[in-house]
């Protein structure tokens, strides 16, 4: 699986849009890039995935560069309870692939 | 209605004991995962099993061994536990390797 990096923490305020960055720049033709949160004591719980175009649900949208080198995951209004650690993972399409969720993204919507 | 459960929630136990933990999913997936989280918050896979077969094995001690009596079932039983076990273990299921639902954890201590 291609190596991400993600910002350790992040903050926003609440109703506006929360934008997280992640670089993937040795991520392979197949692989895809999807993203998961942890909110506090829950089990990850999956927001999104894409492979070359941008892709939205009712969760959030996924903005992939043309390149696909980097994507950002945009939660357009953030509420409090979007809180929680953002996990942006890239790997291929198979059930033999290994998932790893690596530091993730802390984070935090402020009143 | 719990999609994936796992028991029990929180596990203390002395060193060298033998413990298991058991996970169930009622949303007809084909393939199941152990998950290990450790103090870091490092979320690592453990096992996978497609449809009772054993397809992902990370580098996990022999003292770890999954079993899946069914496809939508897949226990954990840990032999000889030792402090380094302390974590939480999270089961998780799916029907696409991008999305995957995960329990809400198990946290094991081992005193």
């Known amino acids: 699986d291609a190596k991400t990096t993600q910002p350790p923490s992040m903050d926003c305020a609440e109703g506006r849009a929360a934008n997280l960055p992640c670089n993937h720049s040795?991520?392979?033709?197949?692989?895809?890039v999807y993203w998961y949160r942890q909110i506090h004591s829950q089990g990850p719980q999956y927001i999104i995935h894409?492979?070359?175009n941008n892709e939205t649900n009712e969760m959030a949208s996924l903005i992939i560069t043309e390149d696909r080198k980097s994507s950002t995951l945009i939660l357009p209004h953030a509420t409090l309870r979007d809180t929680a650690v953002y996990y942006c993972?890239?790997?291929?399409?198979?059930?033999?692939?290994?998932?790893?969720f690596g530091d993730g993204t802390t984070l935090t919507v402020k009143p | 209605d719990t999609a994936v459960s796992q028991t029990p929630k929180y596990l203390v136990t002395q060193m060298g004991n033998d413990k298991s933990i058991k996970c169930e999913q009622n949303?007809?997936?084909?393939?199941m995962y152990w998950y290990k989280q450790d103090s870091k918050k490092f979320l690592k896979i453990m096992f996978s099993?497609?449809?009772?077969?054993?397809?992902i094995n990370e580098t996990v001690p022999n003292r770890f061994s999954p079993k899946s009596p069914d496809k939508a079932h897949l226990n954990l039983h840990i032999n000889s536990l030792e402090l380094g076990d302390s974590a939480v273990y999270f089961c998780?299921?799916?029907?696409?390797?991008?999305?995957?639902?995960f329990g809400s954890g198990t946290q094991l201590s081992v005193l």
């Open positions: 998780a299921s799916s029907t696409s390797p991008l999305e995957l639902f």
């Open positions: 040795t991520i392979s033709g197949n692989e895809y």
């Open positions: 894409g492979l070359k």
């Open positions: 993972i890239v790997r291929v399409n198979t059930n033999a692939g290994k998932s790893t």
């Open positions: 949303l007809g997936h084909d393939t």
């Open positions: 099993y497609n449809n009772k077969e054993l397809i």
